[in-house]
């Protein structure tokens, strides 16, 4: 292979260029007006540890709530659907999904928060957040 010749990288290469590395600061902001109303009290409390997505441990109004921050290859899935109206193709969606199904039928888990906005067809909003390597972002 010549030096001009360039090589993708493989799937577990960019779930490690794109891997989120958001400051809670920017995540509180990117929740403020989203799934937050004005007047609620948004609490970091702590950052929690996770493979190749950034997990967040809040509290709203002292409620406790995770925040999943996707990794990119989601993130840009994700994208890439939504755009073409297949947004409930995606692991997004899927996870969402999964969770609710749990719920509802007495396995208590996490359950996906909808946004104020309704911007999305499922629970979820697109922030451009930073990741590991900005050259591979999703986000334009």
């Not at 993708?8 to 990117?30: G, I, N, W």
């Not at 950052?47 to 840009?76: Q, T």
């Not at 719920?103 to 629970?123: A, D, F, H, M, W």
Request: hydrophobic share 35%.
């Amino acid at each position: 292979m010549s030096a001009e010749e360039k090589t993708e990288p493989s799937d577990e290469e960019l779930r490690k260029l794109l891997k989120p590395t958001p400051s809670a600061e920017q995540v509180l902001v990117a929740l403020q007006g989203n799934y937050v109303q004005e007047g609620q009290a948004i609490k970091f409390v702590k950052d929690l540890e996770s493979y190749d997505d950034r997990n967040f441990w809040i509290e709203v109004d002292g409620a406790p709530f995770l925040v999943k921050v996707h990794n990119g290859v989601e993130s840009k899935d994700f994208i890439e659907l939504h755009k073409k109206g297949e947004h409930k193709k995606s692991v997004i969606y899927m996870q969402n999904v999964i969770m609710d199904h749990l719920n509802k039928n007495g396995i208590t888990t996490s359950s996906p928060q909808g946004t104020l906005v309704r911007e999305l067809p499922t629970p979820a909003s697109i922030h451009a957040l930073p990741v590991s390597s900005s050259s591979h972002s999703p986000c334009d």
